[in-house]
Every structure is written in structure tokens, then in C-alpha cells.
């Protein structure tokens, strides 16, 4: 997948120019509206010091780090969260790897080696549920001690709550969310539509011979949600056609009519012709229209997946736009 060019894997990648930056702590998977909060304070805040503004997060997900046998719950891959970052002002985005280094590393080594050591930064914007170092030992109060001995600002951001003032915004109830269909629910929790990126891959090319050709993606570590048809919105990430946005149906699931076993996003872009083997997709699903059915033969699944189309099409007709576009 295109790396985008303020994505950075190391502290060495890093040009000098990030030195004394003001960084965001977190891991930001989904970039909903409580971690765009954490950005924004940042944000004002290295503008108010003239101060370079990037974000740290870590790769992989320490969840995923300590428990690599749980089921995958990545909302956003990491050129994702580069782009939405890029998109709120954030000047970099640097990955850490979290490594058996990393997972042992002590909050106060975390603060000296990296925080000052290398990077020498200006100041600091975390949540207010922050934690960090070998055993979650780093709190924002200690963080806070740390930086007025050691010169840096620390900046945190209270728990942001949804319209019913008492529920925080969080990832964990976007990823239920998503489970349960509730596409635009999730959408409207993220500030922004649920996107599954990845290359188009070679498939059985079953669809081109009934007349609604797909392109065809591996789900990969991205979060399970609800198998079904959604109406979606695609854009083409890379290759000639780089920068098209299409309407379309796709289809998330395990293919049951025609024996699939892995779970694959399959794509059909309205109004399309074009070769999209290999290129990178963006797929935004936008609205759900019905749960993954096994049907009695082709036949019945040409007909289903034409009704489907025009189902899609009716929710574009109708003027639904992308949270994004909103």
C-alpha cells in the first residue's frame, strides 16, 4: 500500500525538522471525534508556539502486540490514519514499532530517551485515559511532573461525550457498532465514513459473467464487522485512474452461493469500465441493505445482486452523502 509522504516507521526517518515539534500521543485507530479533539487542542496549541504538530502512535497495536492470537479489530490501517491526520493539520505521523524494546520500555525511559532524547519536544497532547511505559506505569499526572521538571508542556484533553452528554466517544463502541450493521451510526461517531482500504486482487472474476464485474479485496486485519451488502462509496488510491470516485454495491462476507471461506470485500463501481487489478482501493460503506444470504444457484444471485444495485443506487439517488461530505 502507497505509503503517504509524512507517514514515518522510525525515529531516524524523521527529519530534523520534526525536533521540537508538538506531539500527540495516541493510537487514534479510527480517528473518531474524541481523539479529532485531542488533535485539534494540539493543534492550537503548536500554532499558538509555532511549533511543528505531529501525532505518535504505535505499530503494532500494543493490543495486538500482547494477544496476537485475538480476532482482528483494526478500523484504520496506518496510511489511513496518515491521510485523516494530514487532514485535521498534523504535520507527520510517526509509527513506532512496538516491539519487545517497546513493551519493556519504563514510562520514565519512554520520557527520556524519546520524548527528550531524540525527539526534544516542545510539548505533549494526550487524552485524559493516557497510559504508557512497561505496565502501564505512565499516568497524565506523571507526564505532567515529568514535563514541568524537564521544560515541555503537557496538554490534556477531557473525556468528549456524545449528544446524550454522558457517553465518551471511543473506538470500542464504534467497532460494535459496525458489528451489529450500524454503519451510519459508526460514521456519525467517527466524524467520518468507516473506509477499508487495500489492493484490488485477481478473483474468480464470476461477477464479470453475470454482469456485475468487482473489485476484490482481502479483509486482512481490519475489524469483522456485520457480513452483508452495503451501498458504498469507492475511491481509486493509486495507478492511472488515481483520484476517481465511484458509487457502487459492495458485498463483505464469506461468498456462501459460491463457496467462499475467507471473508473478501467484493466492489461493483457504478457507471465504471476500467482495469483496477492492483491498484489500491478506498471503499467507504455507507449504508447497510441487507445481511449476507446463500442463494439456490447463480441464477438467483444475479437477480439479488441486481435488485441490491438498484437499492444502492436509490440511496445515492436520494441525495445520501458520505458523513464526510455532510
Request: hydrophobic fraction near 40%.
Given at each position: 500500500?502507497?505509503?503517504?509522504?509524512?507517514?514515518?516507521?522510525?525515529?531516524?526517518?524523521?527529519?530534523?525538522?520534526?525536533?521540537?515539534?508538538?506531539?500527540?500521543?495516541g493510537n487514534f485507530d479510527g480517528v473518531h471525534l474524541g481523539h479529532q479533539a485531542v488533535i485539534e487542542n494540539a493543534r492550537a496549541e503548536a500554532d499558538a508556539g509555532n511549533h511543528p504538530l505531529g501525532v505518535m502512535l504505535f505499530?503494532?497495536?500494543?493490543r495486538q502486540f500482547f494477544a496476537p492470537d485475538a480476532p482482528a479489530f483494526r478500523l484504520t490501517r496506518l496510511p489511513t490514519r496518515a491521510r485523516l491526520l494530514a487532514g485535521l493539520?498534523?504535520?507527520?505521523?510517526?509509527?513506532?514499532?512496538?516491539?519487545?524494546?517497546?513493551?519493556?520500555?519504563?514510562?520514565?525511559?519512554?520520557?527520556?530517551?524519546?520524548?527528550?532524547?531524540?525527539?526534544?519536544?516542545s510539548g505533549?497532547?494526550?487524552?485524559?485515559?493516557?497510559?504508557?511505559?512497561?505496565?502501564?506505569?505512565?499516568?497524565?499526572?506523571?507526564?505532567?511532573?515529568?514535563?514541568?521538571?524537564?521544560?515541555?508542556?503537557?496538554?490534556?484533553?477531557?473525556?468528549v461525550v456524545?449528544?446524550?452528554?454522558?457517553?465518551?466517544?471511543?473506538s470500542s463502541a464504534i467497532r460494535a457498532l459496525l458489528r451489529d450493521a450500524k454503519v451510519r451510526e459508526a460514521a456519525t461517531l467517527m466524524g467520518h465514513d468507516w473506509i477499508i482500504e487495500g489492493t484490488v486482487q485477481h478473483g474468480d472474476k464470476r461477477g464479470r459473467t453475470i454482469g456485475f464485474p468487482t473489485a476484490n479485496m482481502e479483509l486482512g486485519d481490519y475489524l469483522q464487522p456485520a457480513f452483508g451488502v452495503y451501498a458504498a462509496r469507492a475511491e481509486i488510491l493509486s495507478g492511472p485512474l488515481q483520484?476517481?470516485?465511484?458509487?457502487?454495491?459492495?458485498?463483505?462476507?464469506?461468498?456462501?452461493?459460491?463457496?467462499?471461506?475467507?471473508?473478501?470485500?467484493?466492489?461493483?463501481?457504478?457507471?465504471?469500465?476500467?482495469?483496477?487489478?492492483?491498484?489500491?482501493?478506498?471503499?467507504?460503506?455507507?449504508?447497510?441493505?441487507?445481511?449476507?444470504?446463500?442463494?439456490?444457484?447463480?441464477?438467483?444471485?444475479?437477480?439479488?445482486i441486481a435488485r441490491d444495485s438498484q437499492a444502492a443506487r436509490d440511496i445515492f439517488a436520494k441525495g445520501a452523502k458520505s458523513v464526510t461530505q455532510s
Open positions: 500500500m502507497t505509503q503517504p509522504p509524512n507517514l514515518y516507521h522510525s525515529l531516524d526517518d524523521l527529519p530534523p525538522s520534526a525536533r521540537g515539534s508538538l506531539l500527540a500521543i505499530n503494532p497495536h500494543p493539520g498534523v504535520d507527520f505521523t510517526l509509527a513506532l514499532p512496538f516491539d519487545t524494546n517497546m513493551a519493556n520500555c519504563t514510562a520514565d525511559e519512554f520520557i527520556d530517551r524519546i520524548l527528550i532524547g531524540a525527539l526534544n519536544i505533549v497532547s494526550i487524552g485524559h485515559d493516557f497510559h504508557f511505559g512497561k505496565g502501564r506505569q505512565g499516568t497524565p499526572d506523571m507526564l505532567q511532573q515529568r514535563g514541568a521538571a524537564a521544560g515541555f508542556d503537557v496538554f490534556i484533553t477531557s473525556a456524545q449528544a446524550d452528554g454522558q457517553t465518551p466517544y471511543s483520484g476517481q470516485v465511484h458509487n457502487g454495491v459492495a458485498n463483505l462476507g464469506l461468498r456462501p452461493t459460491v463457496g467462499g471461506t475467507a471473508p473478501r470485500l467484493e466492489t461493483h463501481l457504478f457507471d465504471f469500465s476500467g482495469d483496477l487489478y492492483d491498484a489500491e482501493l478506498g471503499v467507504a460503506l455507507t449504508d447497510f441493505i441487507r445481511a449476507e444470504q446463500k442463494f439456490d444457484g447463480i441464477d438467483a444471485l444475479k437477480a439479488q
